[in-house]
């Protein structure tokens, strides 16, 4: 079993987490306080802190020729599951900062994925492989 990371973000306000990461991706709600909140994400734990001074557009490097946000977090999930979610923001109408897409097309590490950012400019990324095998490999 893989243990469960734990990652403390930074985000502008509350109201806009407990929407995005509790509405939309319908985390679980921890412990919190006025500060911050604890998140059930996909099974890991995620701590979002009101620290506005820390939110701000990340610099970017070039990643199988896309420009890809240098700090960003997510989830690998099942092929299906990426594909439900992919379709659940697009009727949401969240917009991607990297549209879904097939990345490494046809080499070791195929994957697909998509990056988008919550309400206070955290990068996320969503991956699925069809050979989970894939997600280590050189």
């Known amino acids: 079993m ?6 403390a973000i930074p985000v ?5 987490s407990i929407k995005f990461y ?22 890991h734990q995620l701590v979002t802190h009101i ?13 199988d020729k896309e420009q890809s946000p240098c700090r960003h977090f997510g989830i690998v999930l ?11 923001l ?3 109408n969240i917009d991607f900062l990297c549209d879904p897409h097939i990345r490494f097309e046809g080499k070791v590490g195929e994957q697909a994925t998509f990056m988008i950012c919550d309400p206070s400019l955290n990068v996320l990324e ?13």
């Open 2 to 7: 893989v243990r469960p990371f734990h990652l």
């Open 90 to 92: 697009q009727t949401n």
């Open 126 to 138: 969503f991956k699925a492989f069809k050979d989970d095998s894939y997600l280590f490999a050189a």
């Open 78 to 88: 099942e092929w299906d599951e990426w594909h439900n979610i992919v379709e659940k």
């Open 22 to 43: 509790g509405g939309l991706f319908e985390c679980e709600k921890g412990r919190s306080s006025n500060e911050w909140i604890d998140w059930n994400f996909f099974g």
């Open 51 to 63: 620290a506005p001074e820390e939110v701000h557009i990340v610099k970017t490097t070039l990643v």
């Open 12 to 16: 502008r306000d509350l109201e806009s």
